[in-house]
């Protein structure tokens, strides 16, 4: 459960795990929006540090909560993580000294999978995602199916795949299959840049679900999805 404080700001929650199947996550919180085109990323070049460089790489971030991890796995240095077309900073300056920050971070603009499709219906959305920055990890999964589901009036079901090859799906949690094509209390945004938002309507009209879906990395053996919050208070 995610509960909103007056005044709270928004945390990075980070999913990490090894890959063994498809990923599915359910949110409580309709319609649905596009936004304009945002070109693509192109790879090259070195960044470090707070700056700009000539191939238009940038790492200049307001804030340490918008650091991402480029290269989750450990043994990150600064060649590695540049040849992701990532950026480098070794300063954990804001951070806390024992503050989990990345050194290895995703610049501003970065296009990691490629937004090829989205189909919106009564009942949801579907976005087909393509490979055009490899992650470095292991063996990207080249083309990738995220499904937005509603499930009823205050949950919206988001299941990520493979859409290419059958994977195992774990037997647990059982989640019963259906569709919702009522009215939600969530309203969906997806942009074709790769961002997906669920928001709640209700007092604070808080966002549950901000991922870039740009960011993920989904390979054959390794699973990462990073998401804003509405509070940094996680019970």
Not at 7 to 13: C, D, P, S, T, V
Not at 21 to 36: F, I, K, N, R, Y
Not at 183 to 193: H, I, M, Q
Not at 202 to 220: A, I, K, Q, Y
Request: with cysteine; net charge negative.
């Amino acid at each position: 459960m995610v509960e909103s404080a007056p005044g709270a700001h928004f945390a990075m929650l980070e999913f990490c795990c090894l890959l063994l199947a498809s990923s599915a996550l359910c949110w409580q919180g309709g319609e649905a929006s596009w936004s304009p085109n945002i070109p693509s990323f192109q790879r090259g070049g070195s960044a470090s540090g707070n700056e700009l460089n000539e191939l238009g790489i940038v790492c200049d971030l307001k804030r340490i909560e918008d650091r991402f991890d480029c290269h989750p796995e450990k043994g990150a240095t600064q060649e590695s993580c540049i040849a992701r077309g990532c950026c480098w900073n070794s300063s954990r300056s804001g951070g806390g000294e024992n503050a989990a920050v990345p050194v290895c971070f995703f610049p501003k603009f970065y296009y990691g999978y490629h937004v090829d499709f989205i189909t919106l219906h009564d009942s949801g959305a579907q976005i087909k995602l393509s490979r055009r920055i490899p992650s470095g990890i292991d063996a990207d999964v080249q083309h990738v199916d995220v499904n937005v589901i509603y499930y009823d009036r205050y949950i919206a079901r988001v299941t990520i795949s493979d859409a290419r090859q059958e994977r195992f799906v774990p037997p647990l949690p059982e989640i019963p299959t259906k569709n919702f094509t009522g009215t939600t209390n969530y309203p969906l945004k997806v942009s074709t840049n790769g961002i997906l938002r669920i928001r709640r309507i209700g007092e604070h009209n808080e966002t549950l679900l901000n991922v870039d879906l740009s960011r993920l990395v989904f390979t054959e053996y390794f699973l990462q999805l990073t998401t804003l919050m509405p509070t940094d208070v996680v019970y």
